[in-house]
């Protein structure tokens, strides 16, 4: 059975420092570009970023210099660095499997998601 589970959301002040992970079951991970979203209260989901099949990755302006996305292939699992938080990060955090290896146009071509995880920051 394919799944993705989340963990390592939180509530953290703001500056502070998360690290989320993406644990894959049912599907080797390294076949696949895997994205990370974002969905705050009252808001639309956003593509945050993205790591393709080689290691390459892409970062939503918003994030840009604060987020690092990485991957751990021989543990099945992504992950999502997140620096010098701000309350604007505050949202549920998604990990999504990318029907490709690229990561090209990934924000519709999604073909699995996980639970997600809640990222609160506050003072």
């Known amino acids: 059975q394919l799944q993705l589970v989340e963990s390592g959301g939180g509530l953290v002040q703001p500056g502070g420092s998360l690290r989320l992970s993406c644990a894959a079951s049912?599907?080797?991970?390294?076949?696949?570009?895997i994205g990370w979203f974002r969905q705050a209260p009252g808001k639309e989901r956003e593509g945050v970023s993205c790591?393709?099949?080689?290691?390459?990755?892409n970062y939503a302006d918003s994030v840009k210099g604060r987020f690092s996305i990485s991957r751990d292939n021989a543990k099945n699992t992504a992950y999502l660095q997140m620096n010098s938080l701000k309350p604007e990060d505050t949202a549920v955090y998604y990990c999504?499997?990318?029907?490709?290896?690229?990561?090209?146009?990934?924000?519709?071509?999604?073909?699995?998601w996980g639970k997600g995880t809640l990222v609160t920051v506050s003072s």
């Open positions: 049912g599907f080797f991970l390294g076949y696949y570009a």
């Open positions: 999504s499997r990318i029907s490709s290896s690229s990561c090209s146009g990934y924000v519709p071509r999604v073909d699995y």
């Open positions: 790591i393709s099949s080689s290691g390459g990755t």
